[in-house]
């Protein structure tokens, strides 16, 4: 089921709602050096949060870029000796067969 168009439907149906019982009610905004008169108080909510989102966007993208970092990759103590390159998902099954109890390269069982 579309989850995230069925979310976008409910706030756009929040939004109406608040501007359909917002019509009639307005505002005078005053800047200090102009002064705009009778705005509907919706607008003066949306443009409010709308540069309240500007404001932070800079922020969210800055911890996106942080977020980021590169994956490095672990050699096991076996093959940090040796030059070859590691096969990742060898060596996990190496390191999970001492925890089902197949036997080991040198005979034993469960040998750590």
Same mark, same amino acid.
């Given at each position: ?5 069925? #979310?976008?439907?409910? #706030?756009?149906?929040? =939004?109406? $709602?608040? #501007?359909?019982?917002?019509? +009639?009610?307005?505002?005078? #905004?005053? =800047?200090?050096? $102009? ?12 443009? %409010? ?24 990759? $672990?050699?096991?103590? %076996? %093959?940090?000796? !040796?030059? +070859?390159?590691?096969?990742? !998902? +060898? ?5 999970? !067969? ?15």
């Amino acid at each position: 089921m579309p989850w995230r168009l069925i #979310i976008v439907i409910l #706030i756009f149906a929040v =939004f109406m $709602t608040f #501007i359909t019982f917002n019509l +009639e009610n307005r505002c005078d #905004i005053n =800047f200090g050096f $102009t002064q705009l008169l009778q705005v509907p108080v919706f607008l003066t909510v949306f443009v %409010s949060f709308a540069l309240g989102l500007l404001c932070a966007l800079p922020f969210a993208m800055h911890l996106k870029k942080k977020a980021k970092h590169p994956v490095v990759e $672990t050699k096991p103590a %076996s %093959s940090a000796i !040796s030059n +070859e390159p590691v096969n990742p !998902s +060898e060596a996990r099954q190496k390191f999970l !067969s001492r925890f089902r109890g197949k036997k080991s390269q040198n005979g034993g069982f469960n040998d750590t």
